[in-house]
Structure formats: structure tokens, C-alpha cells
């Protein structure tokens, strides 16, 4: 494992695979190393196809830290410094929420050669803030373990009979503690919905990128990468089969392989 001090102080924990053209995977909401095995063996898989990886933990989660108050640009500024340790350009691909952090870097014009989006969770017009204010009342009271169960019912909206068997898994503890930074996506998901110019918001954005989903995902979540991909400048579109919101190693790796080689 290796690390990088971001901007603001903050010690960021990565992980480095393979040799070539930098790709930094950027989970989503509550998402980490300990608990995201299948990031960790995508980036595994496109190390061996020829490309330098790196898995991190985001800050507030696992072994980074979490220098506060929290802003959108503190998690900008880890992936520059990430792209900095790396050589000054690297590809971002990102999972669920973590497009909101990989579309402000490439904005920000911080050496993102391209971007690979799978699912990102943007809906034009529709409020986290009732969610924003319930999570944050439940971590004000030290209540992690609701506020994580909040989160996957009202926010995600997975039948609470399934929350309670995920509650029984032995990596719910490392889920829960990764709670307060819930608030994080959900305020950087929000800043994106309540925007109703994503075409200007992302004018920037004019490094290939490619937006990806699955075919048995959670309703809404297609339609969703529709519009991304139809506001960004120079965006794709692609479809995987049999993939659900989070997807197969086997299953993105040879987009991302195609992708990337293009």
C-alpha cells in the first residue's frame, strides 16, 4: 500500500497494479477497499491487460483520512494529488456516485485523459435534501447503523427484509463505519440534480468518456446514463448485459480494455 497528502493535509491509502497507462478507479457511496472486492479485482484485471491501476480509499473511508469540513473540491484535489503520484495523467473510471468527483477533475483540467462512468446516479430535478437532513440528524446522534439502514431503504430503496439479512453479513460493521460519508455523495449527487444546465456544468468535459449500465439494474438508473452521456461533449453510450448496479470484473474489464485502447 502506498499514500499521497492531499491539498488539505489529508493522508490518501491507494493501492498500485501493473505497468501502463494510468486508470484510477473512484468508488461510490460508502464503497472501500475492505468491503469492494470487486473493484479491487477489476483493477487487478486491467493491470494484467497492460495498464497501471490504482484503488484507494476515498477519504473518511478505511485506511485514508478525513480532514474536515468536507467539499466536493477536497475530493477533487485527492485525485489530483493521486494523478500526480502516477505521473500527471491518468484516466478516471468510477462506479455509482463517484462520477461526481471524476466529472469536477475533469473540469478542473487536472491531467484526466478520459473518463469511464458506470451508472452514475444523477436524476435532473429531483431532491436528496429531505434524505440529506434525516442522514444527518442520524450521524449527529452517532446512529451509523440507521442511518446506513436509511440509507439503503429510503435513499436506494431495497426492501428492509434484505437490509437486515446485508445486516448479518461480517463486513456490515466495516459498511456502517463508513456511514458519515454518506452525506458526501448524497450532497455532491444533490449539487448535480438541482442543476438545470448540465450541458454548461460539464462544457469542459471533453475528454472521451463512455457511460456505462446494466441491463438488470435499479429502475431509473439507464435513463439516468441517457442523459449524462447525451449532456457530455465527447460521451458514448454502452449497455452490459446481465449486470446489475454494480458490475462483474469479467464483464467490465473488456469494455474498459476496448475503451481505454480506442
Not at 76 to 85: G, H, R
Not at 192 to 200: A, F, K, Q, S
Amino acid at each position: 500500500m502506498s499514500t499521497v497528502t492531499s491539498a488539505d493535509g489529508t493522508v490518501i491509502d491507494y493501492d498500485r497494479y501493473g505497468d501502463g497507462p494510468d486508470v484510477i478507479f473512484i468508488g461510490g457511496a460508502a464503497s472501500y477497499r475492505a468491503i469492494d472486492a470487486a473493484t479491487t479485482q477489476t483493477a487487478k484485471r486491467l493491470a494484467a491487460e497492460g495498464f497501471t491501476t490504482v484503488d484507494y480509499d476515498r477519504r473518511g473511508r478505511g485506511r485514508s483520512g478525513d480532514t474536515q469540513p468536507w467539499a466536493l473540491d477536497r475530493e477533487l484535489e485527492d485525485v489530483a494529488a493521486l494523478i500526480t503520484a502516477v505521473g500527471g495523467a491518468a484516466a478516471l473510471c468510477t462506479n455509482s456516485s463517484g462520477a461526481s468527483i471524476a466529472l469536477a477533475a475533469a473540469s478542473a483540467g487536472v491531467g484526466v485523459t478520459a473518463l469511464a462512468l458506470y451508472e452514475p446516479p444523477f436524476f435532473a430535478g429531483l431532491s436528496f435534501t429531505t434524505h440529506l437532513t434525516a442522514l444527518r440528524s442520524l450521524l449527529a446522534d452517532a446512529k451509523n447503523d440507521e442511518a446506513m439502514r436509511y440509507n439503503l431503504t429510503s435513499v436506494i430503496g431495497l426492501p428492509a427484509a434484505a437490509v437486515d439479512g446485508m445486516a448479518r453479513a461480517p463486513w456490515w460493521a466495516a459498511m456502517v463505519a463508513a456511514a458519515p460519508t454518506l452525506v458526501y455523495d448524497h450532497a455532491a449527487t444533490n449539487e448535480v440534480n438541482l442543476d438545470p444546465d448540465w450541458r454548461g456544468r460539464w462544457a469542459k468535459v471533453t475528454v472521451p468518456t463512455i457511460v456505462c449500465s446494466g441491463d438488470q439494474t435499479f429502475p431509473g438508473l439507464p435513463e439516468a446514463a441517457d442523459a449524462v452521456a447525451a449532456a457530455l461533449p465527447n460521451a458514448s453510450r454502452r449497455t452490459l448485459p446481465g449486470q446489475g448496479h454494480q458490475p462483474a470484473p469479467e464483464a467490465i474489464v473488456p469494455v474498459l480494455v476496448e475503451f481505454l485502447r480506442s
